[in-house]
């Protein structure tokens, strides 16, 4: 299958069986259905541009991993995939009705077209909080978002 064409990958886990540490799971998985489905890792610069989204995980053992890849103004084909524990595996199901209204209404292919998060902005959190705990928050969101991406990294 092309990355050339609009695709969307979506991944059916477990985090309990996923391989890695917490900070490790997210980018080996986006790998391994990157590999599965266009023989390369997950990345997210040109000319691939990969689009990663994840929803579940935290408190709900199930993780949900959607990788968008190719023309956002065109419908897309798209790929399930299941972790078995040791691989990822084709899943023929059909789509729960929950994730396609998911995939509706919060992660459409186009991520302009999806809602704004449900938390505040970074201007409604300057109102609500004293500057030096708005600082610690930036920074911690910066420092969470760099770890993921070097993780991306070195695994490409």
Not at 70 to 77: E, N
Not at 87 to 102: F, G, M, N, S
Not at 127 to 147: G, Y
Request: net charge negative.
């Amino acid at each position: 299958m092309s990355a050339q064409m609009a695709t969307r990958i979506f991944v059916m886990c477990k985090t309990e069986k996923m391989p890695g540490s917490h900070v490790e799971k997210i980018p080996l998985m986006a790998n391994a259905a990157c590999r599965k489905v266009w023989n390369r890792d997950f990345n997210g610069d040109l000319p691939d541009e990969d689009r990663l989204a994840t929803f579940g995980g935290w408190i709900n053992p199930r993780c949900f991993l959607l990788i968008d890849n190719g023309p956002v103004d065109m419908s897309y084909t798209l790929v399930k995939l299941r972790w078995d524990g040791q691989k990822l595996v084709d899943d023929p199901a059909p789509l729960h009705r929950y994730i396609q209204k998911e995939f509706d209404t919060k992660y459409q292919f186009n991520p302009a077209d999806r809602p704004k998060a449900n938390g505040l902005t970074d201007e409604e959190l300057k109102e609500v909080l004293e500057p030096h705990e708005f600082d610690e928050v930036i920074k911690s969101c910066d420092e969470m978002t760099a770890r993921h991406v070097e993780k991306l990294c070195k695994q490409t």
